[in-house]
């Protein structure tokens, strides 16, 4: 496997991983319960990641679909390593206020099961999409991002994982809260 993909898929899968364990980690019956009124219930949560996925996994098709019809080259220059291209610290920092926008809102009705069965399929897609194009110039193919401005496919699914990272630590504040004694 190419090294930037595999380094950006064992990014991703690793905060994928803590993510599933902080979610375990919350009882089942309360996946759809708010920890407070202006915060986001487990369920939400999951919605929300799911939605944010899906959009930027279509943005990222579409822009290496236009690209290698274009002719996208082989990688060329040495981009290793990616992760700290992107400011992880910055994106995973709960003290900072993110506003989302309507378009990634989750649901009043969000399901945490399906939630995960959607991340789970974008996740399979995105490892499809980037092994089917590894060793191409993915690090020249440029996305708009509305956190970081504009970002190369690599930086985007380190996106992906910060932005998930983020989250975990949300699900386990929300975990805190609702289940106040759990060890």
Same mark, same amino acid.
């Given at each position: 496997?190419?090294?930037?993909?595999?380094?950006?898929?064992?990014?991703?899968?690793?905060?994928?991983?803590?993510?599933?364990?902080?979610?375990?980690?919350?009882?089942?019956?309360?996946? =759809?319960?708010?920890?407070? =009124?202006?915060?986001?219930?487990?369920?939400?949560?999951?919605?929300?990641?799911?939605?944010?996925?899906?959009?930027?996994?279509?943005?990222?098709?579409?822009?290496?679909?236009? =690209?290698?019809?274009?002719?996208?080259?082989?990688?060329?220059?040495?981009?290793?390593?990616?992760?700290?291209?992107?400011?992880?610290?910055?994106?995973?920092?709960?003290?900072?206020?993110?506003?989302?926008?309507?378009?990634?809102?989750?649901?009043?009705?969000?399901?945490?099961?399906?939630?995960?069965?959607?991340?789970? @399929?974008?996740?399979? @897609?995105?490892?499809?999409?980037?092994?089917?194009?590894?060793?191409?110039?993915?690090?020249?193919?440029? *996305?708009?991002?509305?956190?970081?401005?504009?970002?190369?496919?690599?930086?985007?699914? *380190?996106?992906?994982?910060?932005?998930?990272?983020?989250?975990?630590?949300?699900?386990?504040?929300?975990?805190?809260?609702?289940?106040?004694?759990?060890?």
């Amino acid at each position: 496997m190419y090294a930037a993909v595999a380094e950006v898929l064992d990014f991703f899968d690793t905060n994928r991983a803590r993510l599933e364990e902080a979610v375990a980690a919350v009882p089942v019956d309360l996946h =759809a319960r708010r920890p407070g =009124a202006e915060q986001w219930s487990v369920a939400e949560i999951l919605a929300h990641l799911a939605i944010v996925e899906r959009r930027v996994l279509q943005l990222l098709i579409s822009s290496i679909e236009a =690209a290698a019809s274009a002719g996208l080259a082989p990688e060329a220059e040495t981009i290793l390593p990616v992760v700290p291209t992107v400011n992880v610290a910055r994106l995973v920092d709960r003290s900072r206020r993110v506003a989302t926008s309507e378009a990634s809102m989750p649901p009043a009705d969000a399901d945490a099961r399906h939630a995960m069965r959607d991340l789970a @399929e974008t996740r399979t @897609e995105l490892r499809r999409l980037l092994l089917e194009f590894a060793g191409q110039a993915l690090s020249t193919v440029v *996305v708009p991002n509305p956190v970081l401005g504009p970002v190369n496919v690599y930086q985007s699914v *380190v996106f992906l994982a910060a932005h998930e990272a983020r989250h975990t630590q949300q699900i386990h504040e929300a975990r805190a809260s609702l289940v106040p004694h759990a060890p």
